[in-house]
Nanobody
Framework: QVQLVESGGGLVQAGGSLRLSCAAS????????MGWYRQAPGKQRELVAT???????NYADSAKGRFTISRDNAKNTVYLQMNSLKPEDTAVYYC???????????????WGQGTQVTVSS
């Protein structure tokens, strides 16, 4: 199995920056796409950004131009650099990965436990 652990969340003033990290561990055979989702109070979980193992990225319109996703494949870690943060960015941010465990013949989606990001005015 694969475990994902997020870190880097916290409280920041509007206009500030945060960098989230998500480290994958466990018996990993291969890592495919990794990404970030977020869920604000009273709202559904939504895509923020994704990145394939080869590099192509995808961003939500609300994140494009402000957020940057990157990954270190050697460390099985994905990052989300968040700049120009707005109060509406406040949410629990969840790491997501499509991966194949060494004890499985197929890939599946894994989720982290989430890290809180709060942006104040």
């Amino acid at each position: 199995q694969v475990q994902l652990v997020e870190s880097g969340g916290g409280l920041v003033q509007a206009g500030g920056s945060l960098r989230l990290s998500c480290a994958a561990s466990g018996s990993i055979f291969s890592m495919n796409a990794m990404g970030w989702y977020r869920q604000a109070p009273g709202k559904q979980r939504e895509l923020v950004a994704t990145m394939t193992s080869g590099g192509p990225t995808n961003y939500a319109d609300s994140a494009k131009g402000r957020f940057t996703i990157s990954r270190d494949n050697a460390k099985n870690t994905v990052y989300l650099q968040m700049n120009s943060l707005k109060p509406e960015d406040t949410a629990v941010y969840y790491c997501n990965a499509n991966a194949r465990s060494s004890d499985s013949l197929w890939s599946r989606t894994y989720w982290g436990q989430g890290t809180q990001v709060t942006v104040s005015s």
